[in-house]
């Protein structure tokens, strides 16, 4: 079975730092391109950033770029976000999604890790 | 950035009926980056159209997209009590994944 598996959310203040990670399993991880969508409480989806198959191209929206960044392990199967500089606006449930390469769709989504930015 | 607008925000309907769900762009949208998403509650959001208009795997042909430029459409042909939930549509235009704000679809 196709999985996406997310974990790291949780609470924090504001200012601070978090790493989301998730993990993918039951398909080629290395073959996909990878992308971070969120979705704020009562709210509609989000998305927050993109990286390719291999690693070497990222995009970001503008409300998190300069402060969160993507990455991913494909020898793990594990794609990654550090946010940094978290404001109450990030708190949101993160959802881990794939997507075929050359694609601009999401044909996978995890469950999703909620994170709260609070004091 | 393109904008997308869906409507209604909310459609209250009875299973069996027909449903017609709306995206707007604020400017066109090759129909190649034009999808649409269901999310229940609790759940993963799942991927239904994806192209304006294929349907992904897995996903009952009651399900149909349809449109061009700035005007887009999904339909639920009959629907079925598991059809109730919130639908988004998606875009990708200049580097940028934009979503609409989504119709609930509420039993009536």
């Known amino acids: 079975e196709e999985q996406l598996v997310e974990s790291g959310g949780g609470l924090v203040q504001p200012g601070g730092s978090l790493r989301l990670s998730c993990a993918g399993s039951?398909?080629?991880?290395?073959?996909?391109?990878m992308h971070w969508v969120r979705q704020a409480p009562g709210k509609g989806l989000v998305w927050v950033s993109h990286?390719?198959?291999?690693?070497?191209?990222?995009s970001y929206a503008d409300s998190v770029r300069g402060r969160f960044t993507i990455s991913r392990d494909n020898a793990k199967n594990t794609l990654f976000v550090q946010m940094n500089s978290l404001r109450a606006e990030d708190t949101a449930v993160y959802y881990c999604?794939?997507?075929?390469?050359?694609?601009?769709?999401?044909?996978?989504w995890g469950q999703g890790t909620l994170v709260t930015v609070s004091s | 950035e393109i904008v997308l607008t869906q409507s209604p925000g909310t459609l209250s309907m009875s299973p069996g009926e027909r449903a017609t769900l709306s995206c707007r762009a604020s400017q066109s949208v090759s129909s190649r980056y034009l999808t649409w998403y269901q999310h229940r509650p609790g759940q993963a959001p799942r991927l239904l159209i994806f192209g304006a208009s294929s349907r992904a795997a897995g996903i009952p042909d009651r399900f149909s997209g349809s449109g061009s430029g700035t005007d887009f459409t999904l339909t639920i042909s009959r629907l079925e009590p598991e059809d109730f939930a919130v639908y988004y549509c998606?875009?990708?235009?200049?580097?940028?994944?934009?979503f609409g704000q989504g119709t609930k679809l509420e039993i009536k």
């Open positions: 039951g398909f080629s991880f290395r073959n996909y391109w």
């Open positions: 990286i390719n198959s291999d690693g070497s191209s990222v």
């Open positions: 999604v794939r997507a075929p390469r050359w694609s601009y769709y999401f044909d996978q």
């Open positions: 998606q875009q990708y235009g200049s580097s940028v994944y934009t």
